[in-house]
């Protein structure tokens, strides 16, 4: 069983920068594509970036904005977050698939989950 594990959420003032990690238990290399989601109190869980292969997928609210990255050494998913607004307050959660699976994107039908970080942006 995939276990990801995520950390780096905190508060920051907009216009501030975050790094959220994700670790998995064992080899991301064996995992198919991963992403970032997020949901606020009260909103449904929404798709942040998703790294699948080569490439990237970003909500048009982050484009520009927020980064993913995997490190397969390590086990590790990244999202680097920049210029921070309010708006995206939220807890985040790091989402995969396993191998040979169709690549979900943005639908939250991902196989593994992480606990979540809190991430607070204020104004």
């Known amino acids: 069983q995939v276990q990801l594990v995520e950390s780096g959420g905190g508060s920051m003032q907009a216009g501030g920068s975050l790094r959220l990690s994700c670790a998995a238990s064992?080899?991301?290399?064996?995992?198919?594509?991963m992403g970032w989601f997020r949901q606020a109190p009260g909103k449904e869980r929404e798709g942040v970036a998703v790294l699948y292969s080569e490439s990237t997928y970003y909500a048009d609210s982050v484009k520009g904005r927020f980064t993913i990255s995997r490190d397969d050494a390590k086990s590790m998913v990244y999202l680097q977050m920049n210029s921070l607004k309010p708006e995206d307050t939220a807890m985040y959660y790091c989402a995969a698939v396993g191998p040979y699976t169709a690549c979900p994107v943005f639908r939250p039908m991902y196989a593994h989950w992480g606990q979540g970080t809190q991430v607070t942006v204020s104004s």
């Open positions: 064992g080899s991301t290399s064996r995992l198919g594509c």
